[in-house]
């Protein structure tokens, strides 16, 4: 087992289990700008990743009652058929020609920049959004199915999206809903969603077993210490660097 993937997934589940920041939006990058992974393969199989690295997320906050389920239906009716038609349309495409590996990166790109300045600026929206909240529920729901439609596209063809993005969109759209909530309704949905396209990539074989394990066997304990360390560690400064170094390599992935 290559020690470099247990060291990185270890890294990646240390840093989601400290600031909650999506692992999606952190393997990823790694594996292509570092490990020179072909970008459908790192995202191939960072999506079977998160998915098993969040269930355990489900199970715990299930039995907190953290999770809204009539949420998690409602963005998986716009989820998981946006991520089919995505893999329908990436079967369709040489995903390994220069110039589709030029677009795939430029959504990837455009996915981190977003995730950065979801990161950076949650804690004002999660304020401000307390002091506006939404009453029209069929407006709220179609806005929902929308947003889950959006998240399929972007996770497919990225990876990024199921993380710091759905729970910034969550709050702007469910403000009387606590944080623990919408925390726990995003990772409900982000599981399904990132199986669906995983198995997807899986069909396509842009998925790496050798590497996917790695990257788990590394990951479970580093997000558990994370988590542990969590309540000790003033983690706002840390989520600040993480988001400028998701900037400046979602810039990159543009140019």
Do not use: C
């Not at 040489?94 to 949650?122: H, K, M, P, R, S």
């Not at 899986?202 to 542990?228: A, E, F, R």
């Not at 003033?234 to 990159?252: P, T, Y």
Request: charge should be positive; proline fraction near 3%; aromatic fraction near 10%.
């Amino acid at each position: 087992m290559n020690f470099e993937f247990v060291f990185s997934g270890f890294v990646v589940g240390l840093l989601v289990g400290l600031t909650g920041v999506g692992g999606g939006s952190l393997m990823t990058p790694l594996l292509v700008l570092l490990f020179k992974f072909p970008t459908a393969v790192a995202i191939g199989t960072d999506l079977l990743y998160a998915a098993i690295t969040k269930s355990a997320g489900v199970i715990s906050h299930s039995r907190l009652n953290n999770i809204e389920w009539k949420i998690v239906k409602n963005l998986m009716l716009g989820s998981i058929p946006a991520s089919f038609f995505t893999t329908f349309y990436l079967k369709g495409i040489d995903l390994y020609a220069f110039e589709n590996v030029e677009i795939i990166n430029f959504f990837l790109g455009i996915a981190l920049v977003l995730t950065a300045f979801a990161v950076i600026l949650q804690p004002f929206i999660l304020k401000k959004s307390r002091q506006k909240i939404i009453k029209n529920e069929k407006n709220t729901t179609i806005l929902t199915i929308l947003l889950g439609l959006l998240l399929g596209v972007l996770v497919t063809l990225t990876s990024v999206g199921a993380g710091a993005l759905g729970v910034t969109a969550l709050i702007l759209l469910y403000p009387s809903l606590s944080i623990k909530k919408v925390i726990g309704t995003d990772i409900a949905h982000a599981v399904p969603l990132t199986l669906f396209a995983g198995l997807g990539h899986l069909n396509l074989g842009t998925v790496n077993s050798y590497l996917l394990l790695s990257l788990l066997v590394g990951s479970i304990p580093g997000i558990s210490l994370g988590s542990n360390l969590s309540a000790k560690i003033d983690e706002k400064w840390l989520r600040f660097i993480l988001a400028i170094v998701l900037l400046i390599v979602g810039i990159q992935l543009i140019k």
